[in-house]
């Protein structure tokens, strides 16, 4: 496989629910973050880990938990989500988060829904 | 507080016809301005970005252009074709930040055959 993965493709959980999303890149890239997608609202940056570290967080709600065990996999832990957090949630990478996050490859998303 | 403001929202343009998105922004410290495409069930996937040190940046039948002393920024889709159906939108950087972006809103594009 090439560029960026993204699983599971579609995701319906209840707010009780734990479930994780996970990202993949075959790319060699050092950066990966992640972006939610709302319907009619502006992309939202969420997390950027730049080889490995974090660091950016922007005001994300704890409920969502990161993890980037390497820098060709990135997880999105969720756990008691509200109905609003309902979006398409994006993987993308890039050769590093020094001025290369504008030319990222995204994956194709997870398209959560929150019952 | 919306700092990149993208419009149409959606556009029905027909094949071989011109489409154009406008994208107005506030204060920036940094230039460089993309635009984005993401067909449905795909991720966003960048499509052209301009430098303001010129006001024109064309690559095939997609053309950025830029009005500085505007603050504004537009795609044109020459030749428009039914495969250039898709959602696009801008980003601009954040204000002192050259790694950070506001994005659009996006606008749908449906090119008729």
């Given at each position: 496989?090439?560029?960026?993965?993204?699983?599971?493709?579609?995701?319906?959980?209840?707010?009780?629910?734990?479930?994780?999303?996970?990202?993949?890149?075959?790319?060699g890239h050092n950066?990966?973050?992640?972006?939610?997608?709302?319907?009619?609202?502006?992309?939202?940056?969420?997390?950027?880990?730049?080889?490995?570290?974090?660091?950016?967080?922007?005001?994300?709600?704890?409920?969502?938990?990161?993890?980037?065990?390497?820098?060709?996999?990135?997880?999105?832990?969720?756990?008691?989500?509200?109905?609003?957090?309902?979006?398409?949630?994006?993987?993308?990478?890039?050769?590093?988060?020094?001025?290369?996050?504008?030319?990222?490859?995204?994956?194709?998303?997870?398209?959560?829904?929150?019952? | 507080?919306?700092?990149?403001?993208?419009?149409?929202?959606?556009?029905?343009?027909?094949?071989g016809g011109i489409?154009?998105?406008?994208?107005?922004?506030?204060?920036?410290?940094?230039?460089?301005?993309?635009?984005?495409?993401?067909?449905?069930?795909?991720?966003?996937?960048?499509?052209?970005?301009?430098?303001?040190?010129?006001?024109?940046?064309?690559?095939?039948?997609f053309t950025i252009?830029?009005?500085?002393?505007?603050?504004?920024?537009?795609?044109?889709?020459?030749?428009?074709?039914?495969?250039?159906?898709?959602?696009?939108?801008?980003?601009?950087?954040?204000?002192?930040?050259?790694?950070?972006?506001?994005?659009?809103?996006?606008?749908?594009?449906?090119?008729?055959?």
């Open positions: 496989e090439t560029g960026v993965t993204q699983t599971p493709r579609h995701l319906v959980m209840g707010m009780t629910n734990k479930k994780s999303l996970k990202c993949e890149q075959h790319l950066a990966m973050y992640w972006y939610k997608q709302s319907a009619k609202k502006p992309l939202e940056l969420m997390f950027v880990y730049n080889f490995k570290e974090q660091t950016e967080n922007n005001s994300v709600p704890s409920r969502f938990s990161p993890e980037c065990p390497n820098s060709s996999h990135l997880f999105l832990h969720l756990h008691t989500l509200q109905p609003e957090d309902s979006a398409l949630y994006l993987c993308a990478s890039s050769q590093d988060a020094l001025g290369r996050i504008a030319e990222a490859f995204f994956g194709q998303g997870t398209r959560l829904t929150v019952v | 507080q919306q700092q990149v403001k993208q419009s149409p929202q959606s556009l029905i343009v027909q094949k489409s154009i998105i406008n994208c107005a922004y506030e204060n920036t410290a940094f230039d460089y301005f993309p635009w984005y495409q993401q067909f449905p069930g795909k991720g966003p996937a960048l499509l052209i970005a301009i430098r303001p040190d010129v006001s024109e940046k064309k690559e095939g039948r252009s830029f009005n500085k002393s505007a603050k504004q920024f537009s795609l044109h889709i020459m030749d428009s074709q039914p495969g250039d159906s898709a959602t696009y939108f801008c980003a601009a950087p954040k204000g002192d930040n050259f790694n950070k972006f506001y994005f659009g809103s996006g606008t749908k594009l449906n090119v008729k055959p």
